[in-house]
């Protein structure tokens, strides 16, 4: 079956592409789109051309399952050149999503209309490539050379409207797009309209170096937006052809590299998250008022998200002073989004008409989801669920938000435990992607895939948990700075951790992450597992000592780092390097220097131990999950891929091979995982 259709509507050629679900330009499409063009140019009783897409989109973009092979003839910019040096004018009719290659074919042709509410953009730098088929070229000629960088190097999806104000297309319709289009190509008979005619419009080098500026510190400076930055500058100096030319080779390169194969397979493992969503029969239970109790910092942020997903929300917590901060910081928080012009006074207005407020449990009769949120103890939520449990209607689904407490102790205490799960979200819960969904025992199948619904309605990244101590992500993380303290008992310091794995890409490194979140929580779960800690297994008391020291991070001023009174800014602590050093006399070790390349090595292979254990065990059930929820909640660069996608490009005997030596390195209680079943789900 051929990914394209023709027919003719009069003397019209309708191209019509048909790769659902996103009509991705794949070979075939880039083929049938080709030998239509050049049918279009030989045939006399044809006039012009619409290409539109069919089902629910236009080109969603080139299809990125080719790009880890050669790219097969006939490349797309062949396909664009055919369109500009067609005799005949061609229409781009868009609805649905334009992106990428898409955007780009849009780009090439003569005139582009859209339906209502159509995402447009180039969002190749996230994919840790560049346009590949003119866009450098032709979007400045349009728009300019500024907007263009903004554009290009965020990969911004914008609506049909902006591309309206814009300039990228003519016409903006509610309805009936083809009958449109071709309306539009009939009026452009006998003409072309090209934007490789146009002249870049000039910029002030000033405004061109403030966009560049401002897209490199958005972008991080990544190789894809400096060299986005120089394509889309190279429109303004060099002729087309000549910048088509260098935007080609540089895609190619880009395209092969390790960082775009990591970000692909980044893009395909958020893919897979909903995947038992629609292959699964099970029916999620509809919501639409969710209720939320405790209205801390994290039941608060779980309203928001709430919020801004639409659903009807009640917050509760019993005690009013705790309930009125609450309320107070979900108003603060929406009134800067005001200031800050990211949402309008009449958008807060319809939002905030769905929140209401409350100290009295009656009130969560009406809700079908009721989360709670409130102090991580076990005697506490055992206390809320049965308050819970009685006033909840039959019907609802009951979720804990706890990061580390067994769920199904908590379930066991209510009537019906099927209903009850885990939603761990991540703070801050309005902005974090992350959520973890922890199936308990007897969880309903309808409850997880309600679960993942509701997940999906607030834009989060969904992963499926067993119910076991620290879930995914706080256990590979646990893993994670344990080995790190290892490192600093062997003779390496707080900032040239921080720095090696900073410089790796992560967002902060790990003593600097403990500052920031409170050395006293980690303390206090360390203080209730004394009991059942193995004493043959290595245990590193520098965080410890630094707690007894009255040093529990920002908050009082130090931690690992020193922080002047009222600033963020952190300074090496000459105090701490001594304590450090004397837990290393202490327990005998010659303190040694570590390189920048062994720190590394060692927390992705702790991150890859960690994820193969979690596997064996079945807490998780797709390992691209981890990778998932280090990127998504715990500031791990995406451009690298994750543990499960860097296991998969070092190989499982070098992997093997590289454990061995972490395990001699990390002493007692460090424990190889096996790592078959890790390379069987890669
Ligand atoms: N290539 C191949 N497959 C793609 C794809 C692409 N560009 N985009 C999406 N898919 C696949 C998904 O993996 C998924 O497959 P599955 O059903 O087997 O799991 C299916 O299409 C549906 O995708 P989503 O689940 O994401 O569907 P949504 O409706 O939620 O979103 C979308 C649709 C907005 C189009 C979203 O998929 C998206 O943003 N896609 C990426 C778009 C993109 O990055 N395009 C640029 C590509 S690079 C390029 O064009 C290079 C050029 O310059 C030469």
Same mark, same amino acid.
């Given at each position: 079956?051929?990914?394209?259709?023709?027919?003719?509507?009069?003397?019209?050629?309708?191209?019509?592409?048909?790769?659902?679900?996103?009509?991705?330009?794949?070979?075939?499409?880039?083929?049938?789109?080709?030998?239509?063009?050049?049918?279009?140019?030989?045939?006399?009783?044809?006039?012009?051309?619409?290409?539109?897409?069919?089902?629910?989109?236009?080109?969603?973009?080139?299809?990125?399952?080719?790009?880890?092979?050669?790219?097969?003839?006939?490349?797309?910019?062949?396909?664009?050149?055919?369109?500009?040096?067609?005799?005949?004018?061609?229409?781009?009719?868009?609805?649905?999503?334009?992106?990428?290659?898409?955007?780009?074919? =849009?780009?090439?042709?003569?005139?582009?209309?859209?339906?209502?509410?159509?995402?447009?953009?180039?969002?190749?730098?996230?994919?840790?490539?560049?346009?590949?088929?003119?866009?450098?070229?032709?979007?400045?000629?349009?728009?300019?050379?500024?907007?263009?960088?903004?554009?290009?190097? !965020?990969?911004?999806?914008?609506? =049909?409207?902006?591309?309206?104000?814009?300039?990228?297309?003519?016409?903006?319709?509610?309805?009936?797009?083809?009958?449109?289009?071709?309306?539009?190509?009939?009026?452009?008979?006998?003409?072309? /309209?090209?934007?490789?005619?146009? =002249?870049?419009?000039?910029?002030?080098?000033?405004?061109?170096?403030?966009?560049?500026?401002?897209?490199?510190?958005?972008?991080?400076?990544?190789?894809?937006?400096?060299?986005?930055?120089?394509?889309?500058?190279?429109?303004?100096?060099?002729?087309?052809?000549?910048?088509?030319?260098?935007?080609?080779?540089?895609?190619?390169?880009?395209?092969?590299?390790?960082?775009?194969?990591?970000?692909?397979?980044?893009?395909?493992?958020?893919?897979?998250?909903?995947?038992?969503? *629609?292959?699964?029969? !099970?029916?999620?239970?509809?919501?639409?008022?969710?209720?939320?109790?405790?209205?801390? !910092? %994290?039941? *608060?942020?779980?309203? %928001?998200?709430?919020?801004?997903?639409?659903?009807?929300?009640?917050?509760?917590?019993?005690?009013?002073?705790?309930?009125?901060?609450?309320?107070?910081?979900?108003?603060?928080?929406?009134?800067? #989004?005001?200031?800050?012009?990211?949402?309008?006074?009449?958008?807060?207005?319809?939002?905030?008409?769905?929140?209401?407020?409350?100290?009295?449990?009656?009130?969560?009769?009406?809700?079908?989801?009721?989360?709670?949120?409130?102090?991580?103890?076990?005697?506490?939520?055992?206390?809320?669920?049965?308050?819970?449990? #009685?006033?909840?209607?039959?019907?609802?689904?009951?979720?804990?938000?706890?990061?580390?407490?067994?769920?199904?102790?908590?379930?066991?205490?209510?009537?019906?435990?099927?209903?009850?799960?885990?939603?761990?979200?991540? *703070?801050?819960?309005?902005?974090?992607?992350?959520?973890?969904?922890?199936?308990?025992?007897?969880?309903?199948?309808?409850?997880?895939?309600?679960?993942?619904?509701?997940?999906?309605?607030?834009?989060?990244?969904?992963?499926?948990?067993?119910?076991?101590?620290?879930?995914?992500?706080? #256990?590979?993380?646990?893993?994670?700075?344990?080995?790190?303290?290892?490192?600093?008992?062997?003779?390496?310091?707080?900032?040239?951790?921080?720095?090696?794995?900073?410089?790796?890409?992560?967002?902060?490194?790990?003593?600097?992450?403990?500052?920031?979140?409170?050395?006293?929580?980690?303390?206090?779960?360390?203080?209730?597992?004394?009991?059942?800690?193995?004493?043959?297994?290595?245990?590193?008391?520098?965080?410890?000592?630094?707690?007894?020291?009255?040093?529990?991070?920002?908050?009082?001023?130090?931690?690992?780092?020193?922080?002047?009174?009222?600033?963020?800014?952190?300074?090496?602590?000459?105090?701490?390097?001594?304590?450090?050093?004397?837990?290393?006399?202490?327990?005998?070790?010659?303190?040694?220097?570590?390189?920048?390349?062994?720190?590394?090595?060692?927390?992705?292979?702790?991150?890859?131990?960690?994820?193969?254990?979690?596997?064996?065990? /079945?807490?998780?059930?797709?390992?691209?999950?981890?990778?998932?929820?280090?990127? /998504?909640?715990?500031?791990?660069?995406?451009?690298?891929?994750?543990?499960?996608?860097?296991?998969?490009? %070092?190989?499982?005997?070098?992997?093997?091979?590289?454990?061995?030596?972490?395990?001699?390195?990390?002493?007692?209680?460090?424990?190889?995982?096996?790592?078959? %079943?890790?390379?069987?789900?890669?």
């Amino acid at each position: 079956m051929s990914k394209i259709k023709i027919h003719h509507d009069a003397d019209v050629m309708v191209i019509t592409v048909d790769n659902p679900p996103i009509n991705a330009g794949s070979t075939e499409v880039r083929q049938g789109l080709l030998d239509a063009i050049n049918a279009l140019d030989v045939d006399r009783k044809l006039t012009a051309a619409v290409i539109i897409g069919g089902g629910t989109t236009f080109i969603a973009g080139s299809d990125i399952k080719e790009f880890s092979q050669p790219l097969m003839e006939p490349h797309l910019p062949l396909v664009i050149a055919a369109i500009e040096s067609c005799s005949k004018p061609v229409v781009c009719a868009l609805h649905g999503a334009a992106l990428g290659g898409g955007f780009e074919l =849009a780009l090439g042709c003569d005139a582009r209309i859209a339906l209502e509410g159509t995402v447009l953009g180039l969002p190749e730098v996230t994919l840790g490539i560049i346009p590949g088929a003119g866009g450098t070229q032709r979007l400045p000629r349009l728009i300019g050379v500024e907007k263009s960088i903004e554009l290009i190097c !965020t990969g911004a999806r914008i609506k =049909a409207d902006l591309a309206l104000q814009l300039g990228i297309v003519s016409q903006v319709v509610k309805t009936d797009l083809l009958a449109n289009a071709l309306v539009l190509a009939r009026s452009m008979i006998g003409t072309k /309209n090209r934007i490789r005619d146009i =002249a870049t419009p000039i910029s002030a080098p000033e405004a061109i170096a403030s966009a560049s500026q401002k897209a490199l510190k958005a972008g991080k400076n990544r190789p894809q937006v400096q060299k986005a930055i120089e394509m889309v500058c190279n429109s303004l100096v060099l002729p087309i052809d000549e910048g088509l030319s260098i935007e080609r080779n540089v895609f190619q390169s880009l395209r092969v590299s390790s960082e775009a194969k990591a970000l692909r397979h980044q893009f395909f493992s958020e893919r897979k998250l909903f995947k038992a969503l *629609s292959e699964s029969d !099970t029916k999620a239970i509809e919501l639409s008022q969710i209720a939320v109790i405790g209205a801390g !910092t %994290m039941g *608060s942020g779980i309203a %928001m998200a709430c919020l801004n997903a639409g659903y009807a929300v009640i917050l509760l917590d019993q005690h009013e002073a705790a309930l009125s901060n609450g309320v107070k910081r979900v108003e603060q928080y929406y009134e800067s #989004r005001v200031q800050g012009g990211k949402i309008s006074p009449a958008q807060i207005c319809e939002l905030l008409q769905r929140f209401s407020h409350a100290s009295n449990w009656e009130l969560i009769a009406s809700a079908d989801l009721i989360i709670e949120a409130v102090f991580e103890d076990i005697e506490v939520k055992h206390e809320v669920f049965k308050k819970i449990d #009685r006033y909840a209607k039959d019907g609802a689904l009951l979720a804990s938000n706890t990061s580390y407490l067994d769920i199904d102790a908590i379930a066991e205490k209510t009537k019906n435990p099927s209903r009850v799960f885990g939603l761990h979200f991540f *703070s801050p819960a309005q902005i974090m992607k992350l959520i973890e969904i922890i199936r308990c025992k007897k969880t309903s199948p309808a409850a997880i895939a309600t679960g993942l619904g509701f997940a999906k309605r607030l834009g989060k990244m969904p992963i499926i948990s067993a119910n076991s101590f620290g879930f995914i992500g706080n #256990r590979i993380y646990a893993a994670y700075r344990r080995q790190c303290e290892f490192m600093l008992e062997e003779g390496a310091y707080p900032e040239q951790i921080d720095k090696a794995l900073e410089d790796y890409g992560f967002a902060m490194g790990p003593f600097a992450v403990a500052d920031l979140s409170g050395l006293d929580i980690a303390w206090g779960m360390r203080k209730s597992l004394a009991a059942s800690r193995n004493p043959a297994h290595r245990y590193v008391g520098i965080p410890d000592s630094l707690c007894l020291a009255g040093r529990l991070g920002r908050k009082t001023g130090a931690g690992y780092y020193l922080y002047a009174e009222g600033s963020n800014s952190k300074s090496i602590d000459p105090i701490v390097n001594e304590m450090i050093d004397s837990a290393s006399r202490a327990k005998g070790l010659t303190r040694r220097s570590l390189s920048t390349d062994e720190i590394v090595e060692r927390v992705l292979l702790t991150m890859i131990n960690e994820t193969a254990h979690l596997l064996s065990e /079945n807490v998780v059930t797709q390992a691209s999950d981890c990778d998932v929820a280090l990127v /998504n909640g715990y500031g791990f660069p995406r451009w690298q891929g994750g543990p499960t996608f860097i296991a998969s490009e %070092m190989g499982q005997e070098k992997l093997d091979q590289g454990l061995q030596e972490l395990a001699l390195a990390s002493g007692p209680g460090f424990v190889i995982a096996n790592t078959d %079943m890790l390379f069987k789900s890669l």
